[in-house]
């Protein structure tokens, strides 16, 4: 199947840094990107969709400014934690969707990354 | 709007019982459902999905899933637990009439087989 990869798979910064994490579809272009947060014993709360070269679409609540979202290519999406602080803490993880001519039409999911800050 | 609900948080089974992990879903028009698992400090990894067809479908690792429209609910389901099974389980819904076509996801089963 699909793979999508995420880097890094954790990382811990200090508080008041900026952190940027990649989401990358490997064998296959992904029109639509989709970055969620999960909390420890919690679901997956979707954050925003990234359509490639267009701007994301943030769900309510998330801050636009401080989680900036890059889709530049079809197989690349950024989401770059601004001015991180504690409460930010998580575990981040993206999807990829296939485009919509596929049959498959699946969305796979990275690995995730561990963001802690201090 | 489309909702998932995993009325259980935590399923504990005993290694070669039967487990099922439930989930009923609310969706305007037919449904695409989905079953994942998680590992610890992991991302999701699919397990099956119903689209049209056959109610009961057969996914990987000897998992199934039946989905039952009159009850809204697609439980997973395996005939014999494994120790390497206990892991979070979600369960997601895709509306075919969702213009975002997005997944939504259940919060979650922590299934635990005991040997």
């Known amino acids: 199947g699909a793979v999508v990869s995420q880097h890094p798979s954790w990382v811990i910064c200090k508080s008041g840094t900026s952190v940027k994490i990649e989401c990358r579809s490997l064998?296959?272009?992904?029109?639509?990107m989709f970055w969620y947060r999960q909390f420890p014993k919690q679901s997956l709360m979707l954050m925003a969709t990234?359509?490639?070269?267009?701007?994301?679409?943030?769900e309510q609540g998330v801050e636009k400014d401080k989680f900036l979202i890059n889709h530049a290519s079809l197989t690349l999406s950024t989401l770059t934690v601004t001015s991180a602080h504690p409460e930010d803490s998580s575990f981040y993880i993206c999807s990829a969707r296939t485009p919509p001519f596929l049959a498959a039409y699946e969305q796979y999911f990275g690995p995730g990354t561990r963001l802690t800050v201090t | 709007a489309q909702s998932v609900a995993q009325p259980e948080d935590q399923v504990n089974v005993a290694e070669g019982n039967p487990l099922t992990v439930k989930c009923t879903y609310s969706v305007s028009g037919n449904p695409y459902l989905f079953w994942y698992v998680q590992y610890p400090n992991r991302g999701l990894q699919f397990l099956l999905k119903?689209?049209?067809?056959?109610?009961l479908v057969k996914g990987s690792y000897g998992f199934e899933a039946e989905f039952n429209k009159s009850q809204t609910s697609f439980h997973l389901k395996k005939p014999s637990a494994l120790v390497s099974d206990s892991a979070l389980y979600f369960c997601a819904v895709r509306g075919v009439n969702n213009a975002g076509n997005m997944l939504t996801f259940g919060g979650g089963t922590r299934l635990m087989v005991k040997p």
């Open positions: 119903y689209i049209t067809g056959d109610n």
């Open positions: 990234s359509n490639e070269g267009s701007k994301a679409t943030y």
């Open positions: 064998d296959f272009q992904a029109t639509t």
